[in-house]
Structure formats: structure tokens, C-alpha cells
């Protein structure tokens, strides 16, 4: 019995209308390869780099990023592995860091704005990711984007250091975490290699709701209509120009969700090392045409109870 589990935790995600779903899983730091792989990860969707500094005092170098990076990269030998630029500020402040005295931090200088602002720092990371990519698949992945001017500044960045290392070209993608960016998904998927929907974030500015308020966590559902149109709007425009689109928030590992991500198109799913199983078995045991109609229900609906509730989605979201 254990040997067929973990022998079923390999086969891909497959519909059983024959739609492949990729399914990553989020991780911090390089020990959690081995982990993630044992249990069935294609890759990585998501590595949360702030935590690989986040007791230190001082910032870390470049052969010191570089160091990690490749050990990530060998990790997964030669599997995806998304490698989100630093996601500092807001519920996420870096002792390093000199954060700003702000009234609303998750308004601030935080993700990519930091980083802009930190230049020295940004180029470090971008120089160390591009040195490791030459070790597997590494992408460079930015948060917090919240249109294309910014997007176009780290952009050219990139590529300077690029040049000057003489390395090859990384995928450069961006995260869909700020309404904003899923609005304008459209004119920023002419500029970024893919889309990750960071279904936290782009839930909490969406129904501004903040992700750790103490009271008001039942009024913040990724289920909520808002949010939806907003995911099928990226979705839209990302295949448009033919670039992959994931979600990496906690939602695409609450099983309600999965049937309307993959229903919306979603490409990839990136969730915690153990929610991995339980996903890729919920999602071969979908058909794609189902999926599809009940994201089209919970388009149509007017609340996140109303979505939760819909007969066809209770039918489908079990884990
Ligand atoms: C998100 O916002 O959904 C996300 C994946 O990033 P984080 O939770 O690290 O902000
Ligand atoms: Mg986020």
C-alpha cells in the first residue's frame, strides 16, 4: 500500500479528460527539495526568498544567494523552480532591511518597490539567480507588481546584469498579487515571461482585508467573486499572448478551489509540500469539462457563501 502511494504521488496531474495540470510546491529554503520531490512535486512554484534572511542582520552577499540558489536548482534537478525576488515589508519585514516608518506598511515600500529602492540588493539577488540558473531551471519571479512601469525598471536591470555576466537569458515573470496587475494583465503579458497569481495578497487588497486581521478572516474568501473575475481576467489575457499562468496563495490548496482554478485555465498550482499529494489526486479525479462549468457558476455568483454552496462545486471539492 505505501509503495502505491508514493508510486501515484509521481504520475503527473492528469485530468481524466486528459488536461495536465502542473503541481509545484512552495518552499523557503534548498533542504526542502528533497521533500518536496519525495512527495511528488514537479518543481517549484514559489520560493519564498525573504526567508532565507529573515534572522539576519546583515544582507547577504551575492556568492553567498548564489550558493543557495544553485543548491535549490541541483535540488530539483532541472525542474522549475520559481525563485521570487525579496517579498520584503508588510507582513514580511527583513531585520536587514530599512523599512520606512509607514502608517499602512501593506501600502508602502514593500516587494519589488523595496527592492527598486534598494538597488544594490536587488542586483545582488538578480546576479546570484542568474549565476545558479546555468545549474537547472531557475526563473526569476517578482512580487508585488503593481503595473509596468516598475515591471519595465526591474526588466532592464536584469538584463544589465545579464550582460555583464555574459549569462543566458532566465524567464523573468511577475506575480499577480495587486488588483492592479490583474486589470492591466492584459498590456503586463506583453512584458512578463509568465503570471503567478498570489491569491493571498490579491485577496486581501481586492476586498481590502487585511490577511492577518484578528476579526475579520471570514469576510476574506479567494472564493469571493471579486477575486475570481479577477484570476479569469489574468487567465484570459495571459493565454492570449501565450504565456503559463500558476497560483501559488493558500488557495489553490483548499479543495474547493481546485475545481475552479482549473475550470478559470490555470496552468500550474503550487501549494505546500503537503498538500502536493492530495491535490494531484483530486485533480485526476476531475474531468476538465465539469471543471469548467462550475467556474463558469461561481463567475455568476453573487458572494463567496454563494460559490461555497453551488451543488456542482460541493460535488467536486473533496481533497
Ligand atoms: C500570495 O500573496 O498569495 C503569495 C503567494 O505570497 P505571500 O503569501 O508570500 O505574500
Ligand atoms: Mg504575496
Known sequence: RAAAAREAA???????????????????????????LAAGAEGTGLVRSEFLFDERPHPPNEDEQFDLYRRLAEGFGGLPVVLRTLDAGGDKPLRFVRHPAEANPFLGLRGLRLSLAEPALFRAQVRAALRAARHGDIRIMLPMVDGLADLRTARDIIEQERQDLAAPPAEV??????????????????????????????????????????????????????????????????????????????????????????GLGVDELSVSIPNVAALKAQIRALAMAEAERVARLALGCATAAEVRALPALRELGHA
Open 10 to 36: 509521481f504520475r503527473p496531474a492528469v485530468t481524466r479528460d486528459g488536461h495536465r495540470i502542473e503541481v509545484g510546491a512552495n518552499v523557503r529554503r534548498p533542504e526542502e527539495a528533497a521533500q518536496a
Open 173 to 262: 515573470g511577475i506575480m499577480v498579487e495587486v488588483p492592479s496587475a490583474a486589470v492591466m494583465a492584459d498590456q503586463l503579458a506583453g512584458e512578463a515571461d509568465f503570471f503567478s497569481i498570489g491569491t493571498n495578497d490579491l485577496t486581501q487588497y481586492t476586498l481590502a482585508v487585511d490577511r492577518l486581521h484578528p476579526t475579520l478572516g471570514a469576510r476574506s474568501d479567494a472564493l469571493d467573486p471579486a477575486v475570481l473575475r479577477l484570476i479569469d481576467m489574468t487567465v484570459k489575457a495571459a493565454h492570449a499572448r501565450g504565456r503559463w499562468v500558476g497560483v501559488c496563495g493558500n488557495m489553490a490548496a483548499d479543495p474547493m478551489a481546485a475545481p475552479i482554478l482549473l
